[in-house]
């Protein structure tokens, strides 16, 4: 952007510009997959972990309110992504309440699989 454009849009200061070598950013790329794959698979187990910890009774019933078992727990983990999805609950939010009112340390229980196989 030169300095004519950064006037117009009342910029003040440059961005700065930063150099790196590709085998740094390989290591970042990498790194950032890896804690992606991990947070889409904690969240992929919390989320209807912790929909059956909450709505078991609303689950049992075969059929309600003509809706179906699957539908009602596809609904419910829906629910609860939108409210991942809106930044009213976190990952770590998650993770504590699993951790706090049912014993289950998914993060934990996720990494000793992992070394495990």
Not at 20 to 39: C, G, H, L, P
Not at 76 to 87: N, P, T
Request: glycine share 4%; charged share 35%.
């Amino acid at each position: 952007m030169n300095r004519q454009t950064r006037r117009r849009l009342k910029i003040k200061e440059k961005d700065p510009v930063y150099h790196m070598k590709y085998s740094d950013f390989q290591r970042v790329e990498k790194e950032i997959a890896d804690r992606t794959a991990e947070n889409t698979f904690i969240m992929m187990l919390a989320l209807p972990v912790m929909v059956i910890h909450d709505k078991y009774s609303l689950l049992m019933k075969k059929e309600l309110d003509g809706m179906s078992r699957e539908e009602r727990m596809v609904n419910l983990i829906m629910d609860q992504y939108d409210a991942f999805a809106d930044g009213f609950i976190t990952i770590d939010d998650c993770l504590q309440v699993l951790k706090d009112e049912c014993g289950i340390d998914l993060f934990k229980q996720a990494k000793g699989r992992r070394q495990k196989v």
